[in-house]
T-cell receptor
């Protein structure tokens, strides 16, 4: 079956431009997560969507970052007025929510963003 | 101080060696403990997860959790070159199982 897909796989942009990163989760997965991974670093949580609940945006680093999830499926992470420090790999993951039980997260391949 | 600290590595071992990877944490609410493997330019994939304390074995991999010491380990027996990857520990609380906190990862190279 299809896994989590992300597009584009690579994005090079100029400082100050806006970018949109897309994530297609596994069909039927109710939870979707965005993480950022800088070179040689672990995963930094950005935002978490679960069903129709309000998203957990506690990890977004600034108001230049926003994300939406349409129809409970596809998600778009938008970074406005990009800065060089935004350069990183942006990873999306999805899971089937099982309440308090552990929810295995399945990751996409990531979008490598380079801000010049 | 980070909630999850992971030995930075990098770690280089000969094929067949036993590998020990470790993380410590500070949040006593963490109940789920995961190990992910990430190959270069790929997304992480779940290797093992453990609920609360104890050991869990899966083939050549053993995960250990010591909640009293807030310390978790992943052991790889008979390591293979194909085990060369970055290993990330992750943890989540029972009340918010969907939100995981990750370590920075340890890069392992197994030399033939």
């Amino acid at each position: 079956g299809a896994g989590v897909s992300q597009s584009p796989s690579n994005k090079v942009t100029e400082k100050g431009k806006d970018v949109e990163l897309r994530c297609d989760p596994i069909s039927g997965h109710t939870a979707l997560y965005w993480y950022r991974q800088s070179l040689g670093q672990g995963l930094e949580f950005l935002i978490y969507f679960q069903g129709n609940s309000a998203p957990d945006k506690s990890g977004l680093p600034s108001d230049r970052f926003s994300a939406e999830r349409t129809g409970g499926s596809v998600s778009t992470l938008t970074i406005q007025r990009t800065q060089q420090e935004d350069s990183a790999v942006y990873l999306c993951a999805s899971s089937f929510y099982r309440g308090s039980s552990y929810n295995e997260q399945f990751f996409g391949p990531g979008t490598r963003l380079t801000v010049l | 101080q980070k909630e999850v600290e992971q030995d930075p590595g990098p770690l280089s071992v000969p094929e067949g060696a036993i590998v020990s990877l470790n993380c410590t944490y500070s949040n006593s609410a963490f109940q789920y403990f995961m190990w992910y493997r990430q190959y270069s330019r790929k997304g992480p994939e779940l290797l093992m997860y453990t609920y609360s304390s104890g050991n869990k074995e899966d083939g050549r991999f053993t995960a250990q959790v010591d909640k009293s010491s807030k310390y978790i380990s992943l052991f790889i027996r008979d390591s293979q070159p194909s085990d060369s990857a970055t290993y990330l520990c992750a943890m989540s609380a029972l009340t918010n199982a969907g939100k995981s906190t990750f370590g920075d990862g340890t890069t392992l190279t197994v030399k033939p």
